[in-house]
């Protein structure tokens, strides 16, 4: 058994569970207080921005899981080398902080990018229908929000690919 792909192993099971844990969490809150400050509703009493608040969760949770191969392959070449415990284990957290952040900003620019177009193509007020409780504005634009996160979430994973510390191969 290699002990350090095992390391590694453990390592990413515990830190996807506390990074994803940490960024619904951090995502939830950032939209409790969009909701409640600029569009004065709350997630217990509207079906509609409960809707809405879940598509957004479910895109940037889905969109920042694209880190995981970029992050796994940054690893095992980070592995083969000799290095000491504690330099794994500080290298996996500092390329996968640095990863799990460029793919959140990456996903939340995405779904900021999906409600303005929605916002902008039609004559609605999206916000003021979804606080009326109309279940079918919410749904449309969630459903743009996540088919924007789907479609994009290869992008961005090819996007952190290309920061992975590969060794350069000698030309043929």
């Known amino acids: 058994m290699n002990f350090n792909i095992a390391l590694l192993a453990a390592i990413q099971i515990a830190s996807s569970l506390t990074t994803g844990l940490a960024i619904l ?12 400050r600029y569009c004065g509703m709350r997630a217990e009493n509207n079906v509609a921005f409960s809707i ?11 969109s920042v899981s694209s880190v995981i191969q970029p992050l796994v392959s940054a690893f095992r070449l980070l592995s083969n080398q000799n290095e000491g415990l504690w330099y794994l284990v500080s290298s996996f957290i500092l390329y996968g902080g640095f990863y799990v952040l460029m793919a959140y900003i990456a996903s939340v620019s995405i779904t900021v990018l999906g409600i303005l177009i929605y916002i902008n193509l039609t004559p609605l007020d999206e916000f003021e229908e979804i606080r009326k409780n109309n279940v079918g504005v919410a749904l449309v634009l969630t459903s743009i929000i996540v088919v924007l996160n789907l479609m994009s979430r290869s992008g961005v994973g090819l996007m952190l690919e290309s ?3 590969y060794p350069d191969l000698p030309a043929l």
């Open 163 to 165: 920061l992975v510390p």
């Open 52 to 62: 809405f608040m879940a598509g957004v969760l479910f895109s940037v949770g889905f």
């Open 25 to 36: 969490w951090v995502t939830y809150r950032v939209m409790q207080f969009f909701g409640e």
